[in-house]
């Protein structure tokens, strides 16, 4: 059975990601990194994904809470057994290599516990089982391990084991390369490691009760799927549709420099400085070897080509599921005025890093080759480039904020030519009251361009801030929350839910111009899932997520919504 999307828990641990259905299977687990080839996927195909589930085997049980420990990303499933209870803790284990523990623990009576592991089959990879006694080998891209504490035994689709849980005593099933100790570290010692790298929460003041909560959260959400000094993913799944049966399936698993800044600058305004400065420092070293690329992987290296796997059924029928992103080849020049905005936020907090500062003079040198080319914009829109104004709106901010730096001495470069290109730009652009749209020449509101009222060197389009929020207030809201842009500017003409974080971008900027944005602001959180976890995009009913998820951009954009600077920007 495949679960609503919000329904799963993420499980994360800087090298790679689970999902965790609400029957206690691993719908997603990618091994041994988030962008490797998945291990188990039943959430894209219910046949050939695999399964490696654990429930009470009593078939009346019921699960009666699922909740993450606080400050972290150790979930914990409280199950009803007759009079008993079963508690199931499960993380990957902030340990040497990816380690996925599940502990159990019994209160009111002993618990009968099943677990079933069906072969996985992604197309192209022949994988086995071998069972070791107490020990399950699954044989494919990679060659791991299930250890369980009794013997497994082969079914007509995998293999199974059963055990009893005592209340006196706990019993754990890890999952790990096949080749690693099969000593696991203690629930307690990753829940004592999350809670060393993610700071106690302040309420932040006036805001909705819980948002502390949801704020540390977004912090584990936004360091667990970082990979370590690498780069951190947009969404560590692939082929969530972005709308229920369509073929708006996309591959998030990769690190996108615009989205990677923005989390940086979370990062920061959460007070996680030295894990803002290294994804800095990441994206710096990227920009400086191979220029301001959309996207790599995490480790720096160029993403697979965009290919379609005809033979999985996708996510309820969502068709096809990718691998690999095509807008890696695409031009879209806000890249280096959002890596520019980070360069500056973090110069201000004293934490600029070597390799970010070096990567502003050669983004500021790109932009002033550049600027005036068509692109495809921050919507990444599938069609022939054009003049977008979130493009150029960029351009602007992000040479007006490499010249600071220069005058600052933090960077070396040419601050004078910069600022003329960035005042070439902001003429390009015009002043007057009218809104911006989409396009230079049109095309409608535009969700991007609330950043107008968030970020710097713009004076001169001041007086067109209010008309732009207006503008995309009275076009693009749909059940709340906010679409992307007005009509279909891309080829793929299937429908496309609206988005959670320019809900949250409008929100932020409707505060920063003094109007009231909080409507937004409610909307947006609405969208969060029982674990506080965002889409990318939200069902216009429902508000239930959609799309690859937990999108980091959405978490990013919350955490930036709420969080008011202690310094303006």
């Not at 799927?225 to 780069?231: A, Q, S, V």
């Not at 160029?302 to 695409?330: F, K, M, S, W």
């Not at 502003?360 to 005036?372: E, I, S, T």
Request: glycine fraction near 10%.
């Amino acid at each position: 059975m495949q679960h609503r999307i919000g329904e799963h828990a993420l499980l994360a641990d800087s090298r790679t990601a689970a999902l965790i259905d609400p029957d206690g299977n691993v719908a997603w687990l990618c091994w041994p990194w988030m962008d490797a080839t998945p291990l188990f996927f039943s959430i894209l195909d219910g046949d050939r994904g695999g399964t490696f589930s654990l429930r009470p085997v009593q078939p009346n049980a019921r699960v009666i809470s699922r909740n993450y420990h606080a400050r972290s990303l150790v979930l914990e499933t409280v199950w009803e057994v007759g009079r008993a209870r079963l508690f199931v803790d499960e993380a990957l284990a902030l340990a040497d290599g990816p380690l996925l523990v599940r502990r159990m623990r019994a209160e009111g009576g002993a618990v009968a516990v099943h677990v079933a592991v069906e072969t996985p089959a992604w197309p192209g990879q022949h994988a086995a089982l071998r069972i070791l006694d107490t020990t399950l080998e699954i044989s494919g891209a990679d060659r791991v391990a299930v250890h369980a504490p009794s013997a497994w035994e082969a079914t007509p689709d995998g293999a199974r084991c059963g055990f009893a849980v005592l209340p006196a005593e706990a019993q754990t099933v890890t999952l790990a390369s096949a080749d690693a100790s099969t000593t696991a570290p203690s629930i307690e010692t990753t829940l004592t490691r999350w809670r060393r790298v993610i700071p106690e929460i302040r309420q932040p003041a006036g805001a909705a009760p819980g948002t502390a909560g949801l704020l540390e959260t977004s912090a584990a959400v936004l360091l667990g799927l970082r990979r370590n000094d690498g780069g951190i993913v947009a969404a560590p799944t692939t082929s969530l549709p972005q709308w229920p049966q369509s073929a708006r399936t996309w591959d998030y698993r990769y690190c996108w420099l615009r989205d990677s800044s923005v989390a940086a600058l979370a990062m920061l305004r959460l007070g996680l400085v030295d894990a803002a400065r290294s994804l800095g420092a990441f994206i710096g070293s990227v920009v400086v070897e191979s220029g301001p690329l959309p996207l790599v992987r995490l480790d720096g290296t160029a993403p697979p080509t965009e290919t379609a796997i005809p033979e999985l059924a996708g996510y309820r029928g969502a068709r096809p599921v990718r691998i690999g992103n095509a807008a890696a080849g695409q031009a879209q020049l806000d890249v280096p005025g959002e890596v520019i905005e980070l360069a500056t936020a973090l110069a201000r907090a004293g934490a600029l890093p070597a390799e970010l500062g070096a990567a502003v003079p050669v983004l500021a040198g790109w932009l002033v080759q550049h600027w005036r080319e068509p692109d495809n914009g921050i919507w990444e829109i599938r069609g022939a480039p054009a003049r977008y104004t979130h493009s150029l709106v960029t351009t602007a901010s992000g040479l007006e904020g490499a010249a600071a730096l220069a005058d600052q001495r933090l960077v070396p470069g040419d601050a004078e030519s910069w600022r003329k290109v960035a005042a070439a730009a902001a003429t390009e652009l015009g002043g007057g009251d009218r809104p911006l749209e989409l396009r230079l020449d049109g095309g409608g509101a535009d969700a991007a361009l609330a950043q107008v009222a968030l970020l710097g060197g713009l004076d001169n389009l001041a007086g067109r801030v209010d008309a732009t929020l207006d503008l995309i207030v009275s076009r693009l809201v749909r059940g709340g929350l906010v679409d992307r842009y007005e009509g279909q500017p891309d080829t793929l003409v299937d429908p496309c839910a609206p988005f959670v974080f320019p809900t949250f971008w409008l929100a932020g900027a409707l505060a920063a111009v003094g109007r009231d944005g909080s409507r937004w602001l409610d909307a947006a959180l609405a969208t969060r899932g029982p674990f506080g976890l965002f889409g990318e995009v939200a069902d216009p009913g429902d508000h239930s997520p959609l799309g690859n998820y937990p999108q980091v951009q959405s978490h990013a954009a919350f955490v930036l919504a709420v969080v008011v600077p202690e310094t303006p920007s």
